[in-house]
């Protein structure tokens, strides 16, 4: 539904007036379907510009989240190195026994 524009807004239907026959539809049952469309038709306008708001308060916040995941990607040098040495270590143990480190 991406790109699509409402043709009717509900004053349009409100505001339609159709032509009346000898043979024609009942007027006040017609009003009556009438009111009930425009009813929803009212809530579906309102649950989609809702709907919009959120969508573009997520998309926000996704970009936020996004740019600040980027700039936590470098790890604190000194933990990481911290971890290599001890990495080392441990393989050096394993490696030449731990004879070498008593």
């Not at 043709?7 to 409100?14: F, P, S």
Request: net charge neutral.
């Amino acid at each position: 539904m991406a790109n699509q524009t409402i043709r009717l807004t509900a004053k349009d239907i409100l505001e339609k007036e159709f032509k009346t026959s000898i043979k024609g539809y009942n007027q006040d049952d017609v009003d009556k379907f009438l009111d009930t469309i425009i009813q929803d038709y009212e809530q579906f306008q309102s649950k989609l510009e809702t709907l919009e708001k959120e969508n573009q308060q997520l998309r926000r916040e996704m970009k936020k989240l996004s740019e600040t995941s980027t700039r936590q990607v470098t790890p604190a040098v000194g933990s990481t190195n911290y971890d290599i040495l001890q990495r080392l270590s441990n393989l050096e143990k394993k490696v030449f026994g731990s004879k070498l480190f008593d």
